[in-house]
């Protein structure tokens, strides 16, 4: 994938009108990159994508842009086109 060309989430977020903030959840990620939630859900528990569960809450984990693209970013390498 050529990260120059590549989209980032805030663009990809402006573009279905979701504003911006510091914490996204992962339903309005999953929207965002078109990945399934129940995919984010699985790649936060076992730690491959960064999230946070805010204090007080016991379900609801918020992700962060730069998480989300680092994410993408290293589930790309060593991906060859076919």
Known sequence: MDSSRAKTFQQMADELGIRHKLMYT???ASRVTGV??????????????????????????????????QWIEEGTHGIEAA
Not at 45 to 53: F, N, P, V
Request: glycine fraction near 8%; include cysteine.
């Open 36 to 69: 399934p939630y129940d995919t984010l859900r699985i790649e936060c528990k076992a730690g491959r994508l960064r999230s946070q569960l805010p204090e007080g809450r016991k379900v609801g984990r918020m992700v962060r842009p730069e998480w989300v693209e």
């Open 26 to 28: 992962l339903r309005e």
